[in-house]
């Protein structure tokens, strides 16, 4: 009687619901900063700001996409929108690629902010909320943008810098990039994702 019951048990080395690798917990959406006001882009508005501690960065005119990377290749990523909606386009292969290649992903997830240009097949990203499963609202815009990977080559993807002088950033309302917004501005000391730590500054409109 005894033999004929242990006969159901599974042995040692059986896959049991106890012993399979469990999936990676899908990766939730974080509320991420987006400027609610706007300066004018002038010379004398741009100064003040630098000076009162802002740092500037482009504001590429795509799709906002939050992209959540485990670190677990088996598993897929997503890329929310701005509504914390998943993107209906799948990230293309050779943009995910790219980005493991560049991130060096040790385990759980990986959460960066960027803007997506679909048809260019192009990511620009200016931030990262989340490293290995560390949720990075602790830190200031500055310190999880020293973060980022930098020292890269990549025709699809691509670390947006900081600006932090006058002249550059005129520079950049200047140009005729039809892909560049304008600029935004972000506290380089504010904690966290607060949407009052960041403001807009639109390109003057040629007509």
Same mark, same amino acid.
């Given at each position: 009687m005894w033999q004929e019951a242990t006969r159901s048990l599974p042995g040692v080395f059986e896959n049991t619901i106890f012993s399979r690798r469990s999936p990676v917990a899908r990766s939730n959406y974080l509320k991420a900063m987006h400027p609610k006001t706007e300066i004018s882009p002038t010379a004398a508005s741009i100064e003040?700001? +630098?000076? !009162? %501690?802002?740092?500037? @960065?482009?504001?590429? *005119? %795509? *799709?906002?996409?939050?992209? $959540?990377?485990?670190?677990?290749?088996?598993?897929?990523?997503? !890329?929310?929108?701005?509504?914390?909606?998943? $993107?209906?386009? +799948? +990230?293309?292969?050779?943009?995910?690629?790219?980005?493991?290649?560049?991130?060096?992903? =040790?385990?759980?997830?990986?959460?960066l902010d960027s803007e997506w240009l679909k048809p260019e097949g192009k990511l620009y990203i200016f931030d990262i909320l989340k !490293?290995? %499963?560390?949720?990075?609202?602790?830190?200031?815009? +500055? =310190?999880?943008?020293?973060?980022?990977?930098?020292?890269?080559?990549?025709? $699809? /993807? @691509?670390?947006?810098?900081?600006?932090?002088? /006058?002249?550059?950033?005129?520079?950049?309302?200047? %140009?005729?990039?039809?892909n560049v917004e304008g600029l935004v501005f972000k506290s380089k000391d504010t904690k966290g994702f607060a949407d009052t730590s960041i403001v807009r500054c639109r390109k003057r409109s040629s007509t």
């Open positions: 003040k700001i +630098l000076r !009162a %501690g802002w740092i500037g @960065q482009i504001k590429i *005119h %795509g *799709h906002r996409a939050q992209i $959540h990377i485990p670190a677990d290749p088996k598993e897929d990523a997503i !890329a929310y929108n701005r509504q914390g909606r998943p $993107h209906k386009k +799948l +990230l293309p292969d050779e943009i995910l690629l790219e980005l493991r290649r560049i991130l060096k992903l =040790e385990s759980d997830w990986t959460i !490293a290995d %499963g560390q949720n990075l609202r602790s830190l200031s815009y +500055l =310190e999880r943008w020293k973060l980022l990977p930098k020292l890269y080559i990549s025709p $699809h /993807v @691509q670390t947006l810098p900081i600006l932090t002088t /006058v002249e550059k950033c005129l520079e950049i309302l200047r %140009g005729s990039d039809e």
